[in-house]
């Protein structure tokens, strides 16, 4: 390094020209002030004059460098209209009403912070998820309809969450699943059989119209079954269990249909 500084002053004092680009000093080597200095352009690329030398001084290698910070991609959104199409958009014996209707049930604790949803059963990989770790998936915003069995039906409330698909897609359900089991605050549960749990409109949902759920609707987060009566999209959810063997929930199990479709007005165990 010292050796290439001396030739760079000794250039300097011969009526070198300096130019200074990106940093490093560049000293150009003439023949005297009246020489032409112009460089030509050759393919593309600079040239000197006939009988100039370029000498080149490094930049000071022992200078601190600033290290480079990668920006976490940040998750992708999108926009869904999952509202019923192919039959009645409100199902036999509903009515509509302007919002969503308080459901009472026993509240879970409502802190996003101390949030954890736990994935496992006929899994190959057991989660934990955070609240945070749920942003990360693909957030999905999705215009749709719920419908209550005691006959109201909320039409064209915009939910966001995650797909209950793409929680699958990492714990990777075995080939014995065939139900699945939503679980919630106080030992309540939901359940549903696979093929409904991983269609695309199934949610794992944390805001409605644009706002976090309130505790009355089951906040951080709830389950979201846009297909089946709504008592299907528990509240307060804690896991979700992918089981061989159907297991009936606790409004199943107090005398509500097991399948629960409202445009088959599959109200009651009666009707099984």
């Known amino acids: 390094m010292a050796k290439a500084r001396r030739r760079f002053i000794q250039a300097l004092a011969a009526g070198t020209t300096v130019v200074t680009l990106g940093g490093i000093a560049y000293a150009i080597a003439g023949r005297g002030a009246d020489d032409d200095f112009g460089a030509e352009l050759v393919g593309g690329r600079r040239r000197l004059p006939p009988g100039q030398r370029a000498l080149v001084e490094k930049p000071d290698e022992s200078l601190p460098t600033e290290p ?65 770790e749920l942003l990360e998936f693909t957030q999905i915003e999705q215009t749709c309809d719920v419908h209550c069995v005691t006959t109201w039906s ?9 797909r209950v698909s793409d929680i699958a897609d990492r714990v990777k359900p075995t080939k014995r699943a065939r139900h699945v089991i939503f ?19 199934v949610l794992v949902a ?43 929930g606790y409004w199943e199990q107090r005398g509500y249909h097991n399948h629960a479709d409202p445009w088959k007005e599959e109200r009651y165990s009666s009707q099984e």
């Open 68 to 132: 480079v910070v990668e920006t976490p991609p940040q998750p992708k959104l999108i926009r869904v209209d999952a509202t019923t199409k192919g039959k009645p958009r409100i199902p036999p014996g509903q009515s509509e009403r302007a919002d969503l209707k308080p459901m009472g049930g026993s509240p879970g604790d409502p802190s996003r912070e101390n949030f954890r949803l736990k994935i496992q059963g006929e899994v190959e990989i057991e989660a934990q998820l955070s609240f945070d």
């Open 154 to 162: 909320l039409l064209g409330a915009v939910w966001r969450g995650v």
């Open 183 to 201: 679980e919630a605050a106080h030992g309540y549960t939901a359940n549903i059989d696979i093929e409904e749990a991983l269609k695309p409109n």
């Open 206 to 248: 944390y805001q409605i119209n644009g706002r976090p759920l309130v505790q009355a609707h089951g906040s951080p987060v709830r389950s979201l079954v846009p297909d089946r009566y709504f008592w299907k999209s528990a509240k307060y959810l804690t896991g979700i269990r992918f089981v061989e063997r159907d297991e009936r």
